[in-house]
RNA sequence: GUGGGUAUAGUUCAGUUGGCUAGAAUGCCAGAUUGUGGCUCUGGAGGUCGUCGGUUCAAGUCCGACUACCCACCCCA
C-alpha cells in the first residue's frame, strides 16, 4: 500500500543526484562557524517533553500543537525535538559547559520535527543549522552571530537576502508594552480578525504582524516598542545598530518582528528573501537572555539562530547558485571473460587504494554495454582488459575526454594512471591560476 | 486546524463533446558483423490512468467519498 512506498507527509528524501548539494551547504556553514570560533555540538533527537514545554514556551503553537509527543516503554514522556536551542541549553547545563571561560559557542546541523500542514518551505521535519551563543551579554555578541549569519548566506547565495532586526526588550519592558497593547487593541477588538482576537489574549504582540487590512490599519496607530524598552534594552539595541553600521551589514528596523517561540529577549532578528514562497524566512534568532536560569542553569545572557537548510537548498536552486560538483570517476576498467574481471576488479582496488575513483563491471555487461557506462559516469580514462591483454601484459589506456590512447604495461598499470591523474590535476591548478590572474588584472 | 488546486509509464506531460489493444518525449535495456563511449537509426521492457463507490451499452474522461501532493491562511526555519 502507499504506506509502504510513500515516505510520510511533510518529509523529503535527499536523492543522490542532489546530496551534495547539502554536504556543500552543510560543510560551508559550519566552517564559516568554525571561523567564527563556533563548534558543533550534537544533541539527542527527543528529549523530555518537559523541557521543550518549559524552554520553548507553554503557550506557544510549537509546544501546544506541533510537538511529535510519545510516551516510551519506561512511561516518559519524550518529544521530538521541535528546535534545536532547547536541547543545546539542556546539554550544555548538564555537563557543566557554563563553568568554563566563556563565550561558549556551539554550531550544530540538526533534524526538527513539528506536526504542521505542509506547504513550499513548510515541512514536518525540517532540517537545520543553528548557533548558540552562552555568557556574552554585550552587543557585540549579537552583531558577531548577526555577521555569522549573513557571511554564510552570502557566501552561498547569490539572491537578495534582507536582514530586519528588531528589539522586543526585556521582561520588565516587554511586560509593559504588551499591557498597552492590550489596552489599545481591547477598545477596537470588534473590528480585528478572529485570529487577532484570539492573540489579543495569548500574544498581542502578534496582532502587529497580522496580513488582515483591517487590522494592519489599526495596527499602525498602536504603540511601538521601542518606546517602551528601557533603557537599559534600548542601549543596548543602539550597540547593536552601531556595530552593524560599523561592519557595513546593512538591516532594516522592522517593529513588528517578534518570534513566535518565548524565550526571545532584547535582540531578534530574521533574514527574509522574496525569491522563496510565503515561507520567506531563511535564518532567524535573536537573544534569549533568560532562557539558561528557566532551565535550571545559571543565570548566562545567551542568543543564536537557526537557519532553515531546506529553504536555503530551496532558494539556492531557484536563484540559479552554482553547487560545486562532486568528483566524478576517475578510471574505467571495462573487461571481458572470467579471469579478465578479476584482474580489472584487483586494479581496480589498487587505484582506490591510491586514493582515485575507480570502477569496474558488476553487472555482466558486453564490452560495449561496459564503455557506454563508462561514458555515462563521466570517467577521464578507461581500459579494456581481456585474454589478449592478460597473455602479452600490454594494455591500451584511453582518455575518454579526447578519445587519445596511449599504451602500458598490466604491471605498470596503477603507477600510469596515478602520473595521469597527478598531471591532469596540476593542469587543473595551474588553470585555476590563470584564471585567477586575468580576473586581478580586470 | 481553515480554504483553493492537482492526481495518466522511472521522470515531464498529451489524451479533443464519455467510444475500438492508453500515447509522446526523456530515461532504462538490447541490437546496427568480428573486443571500445558520445551522434544517428531500430527494437524491447515499463501504467489495475491515486483508491473505493456511483451514473452509462460504454469512464482516463462525468458525479461522490477517501487518500496523497501542491499553493495560501495560520505558524515558523
Known amino acids: 500500500m502507499a504506506l509502504l512506498t510513500n515516505a510520510p507527509r511533510g518529509t523529503q528524501d535527499i536523492l543522490p543526484s542532489d546530496s551534495f548539494k547539502w554536504r556543500y551547504v552543510e560543510a560551508t556553514a559550519l566552517d564559516i562557524a568554525e571561523k567564527y570560533g563556533f563548534k558543533e555540538i550534537r544533541t539527542p533527537v527527543f528529549e523530555h517533553t518537559e523541557l521543550f514545554s518549559r524552554g520553548v514556551g507553554e503557550t506557544t503553537d510549537v509546544v501546544q500543537k506541533e510537538m511529535y509527543t510519545f510516551n516510551d516503554k519506561g512511561g516518559r514522556s519524550i518529544s521530538l525535538r521541535p528546535e534545536g536551542t532547547a536541547g543545546v541549553c539542556r546539554s550544555v547545563i548538564e555537563h557543566g559547559l557554563l563553568n568554563d571561560a566563556l563565550p561558549l559557542k556551539t554550531s550544530y546541523v540538526v533534524s526538527c520535527f513539528r506536526y504542521e500542514k505542509p506547504q513550499k518551505g513548510r ?81 498581542p504582540m502578534r496582532i502587529l504582524d497580522c496580513k488582515s487590512p483591517v487590522c494592519k490599519e489599526i ?19 543602539d550597540g547593536l545598530k552601531k556595530r552593524l553600521d560599523a561592519l557595513g551589514i546593512d538591516y532594516t528596523v522592522n517593529p513588528t518582528i517578534v518570534r513566535g517561540l518565548d524565550y526571545y529577549t532584547r535582540t531578534v532578528f530574521e533574514f527574509i528573501s522574496d525569491d522563496l514562497g510565503s515561507q520567506s524566512t531563511v535564518c532567524g534568532g535573536g537573544r534569549y537572555d533568560g532562557l539558561v536560569e528557566s532551565l535550571g542553569g545559571p543565570k548566562t545572557p545567551a542568543l543564536g539562530f537557526g537557519m532553515g537548510l531546506d529553504r536555503l537548498v530551496m532558494l539556492m536552486q531557484a536563484t540559479g547558485c552554482l553547487f560545486p560538483t562532486p568528483e566524478g570517476c576517475d578510471v574505467y576498467i571495462g573487461s571481458s571473460g572470467e579471469n579478465a574481471a578479476v584482474e580489472a576488479m584487483r586494479l581496480v582496488t589498487a587505484l582506490r587504494d591510491e586514493g582515485f575513483c575507480a570502477e569496474c563491471d558488476t553487472v555482466g555487461r558486453s564490452i560495449k554495454a561496459q564503455m557506454k557506462y563508462c561514458d555515462k559516469l563521466g570517467a577521464k580514462y578507461s581500459a579494456i582488459i581481456g585474454d589478449n591483454e592478460l597473455e602479452s601484459g600490454i594494455v591500451e589506456v584511453k582518455d575518454m575526454r579526447d578519445g587519445s590512447k596511449s599504451q602500458t604495461t598490466l604491471s605498470g598499470f596503477v603507477k600510469f594512471i596515478y602520473n595521469k591523474l597527478i598531471s591532469d590535476s596540476f593542469d587543473d591548478i595551474s588553470d585555476a591560476f590563470d584564471n585567477m590572474e586575468s580576473n586581478f588584472s580586470k
Open 123 to 203: 515541512f514536518r521535519e525540517l532540517h537545520q543549522f543553528g548557533v548558540e551563543a552562552f555568557g556574552a551579554s554585550s552587543p557585540s555578541a549579537d552583531a558577531e552571530v548577526i555577521s555569522l549569519a549573513k557571511s554564510i548566506l552570502d557566501t552561498l547565495c547569490n539572491g537578495s537576502i534582507r536582514l530586519e532586526i528588531n528589539s522586543i526588550g526585556c521582561p520588565e519592558c516587554r511586560k509593559n508594552y504588551q499591557n498597552a497593547l492590550k489596552e489599545y487593541f481591547s477598545s477596537h477588538s470588534s473590528e480585528l480578525c478572529e485570529t487577532c482576537n484570539g492573540r489579543l489574549e495569548r500574544n
Open 219 to 237: 495596527s499602525k496607530n498602536a504603540p511601538k516598542i521601542l518606546d517602551y524598552i528601557c533603557a537599559d534594552c534600548k542601549e543596548h539595541f
